[in-house]
């Protein structure tokens, strides 16, 4: 019984909605693009912006702002699991000091000295951020590129209306002429 509700949860939870998403009739382009973004924006080490950054960037682009936030929640296991790898490649980039990250270096660090623990934590958040954000246009764009063929695959191609005007509808449209006198041509010369 509980496969059937944990099922279930899913369909309706995951896989409706994404369905939903691909019937709404976004061009391949837009949704590898809303996709990639999403994506993007929903691995950012840094937690509770998410939301907002994806909106914000959807909204500037144009994209389909409620699927950029439905990819973003849907990598936020992702986001999770990539925190502290992205602190480290922060860190190795920046050349900053190496960070105890276990759970009872941390309490010892916050029991020493709770300000200087706060504030190692921010410069490796802030570390972790700037190595997302290098690494965040490139692998946006490979996703993209990865996405694009699969979804002009997958999702139907849209409806191509060949309504042709009939030539004998279009009324013809006469200009008359009105001829100027010659003695106001030479008057102007």
Known sequence: MSTSIITAFFKRRIIQPVLN?????????????????GTVVGILPALGVTTVMGTALAARFR????????????????QLLLII???KAGIFMFGL???????????AMFRLDWLAALNKLWVA??????????????????????????LKRVLPKPAVVTKSI??????E?????????????????
């Not at 000091?97 to 309490?107: A, G, P, R």
């Open 21 to 37: 998403l691909l019937r709404q009739g976004m061009t391949p382009h837009k949704l590898a693009v809303t996709v990639a973004l």
């Open 97 to 107: 000091e190496e960070l105890k990250l276990s759970l009872d270096e941390m309490i």
């Open 125 to 150: 958040n802030l570390a972790a951020v700037s190595a997302w954000a290098i690494l965040a246009l490139p692998v946006g764009g490979l996703l993209y590129l990865a996405l694009l063929p699969v």
């Open 173 to 189: 449209v006469t200009v008359p002429v009105i001829p100027i006198p010659e003695t106001e041509v030479q008057a102007h010369v």
């Open 166 to 171: 009939p030539v004998d509808s279009i009324p």
């Open 63 to 78: 994209l389909n702002i409620a699927a950029t936030v439905l990819v973003s929640y849907l990598v936020h296991p992702l």
């Open 85 to 87: 790898p992205f602190i």
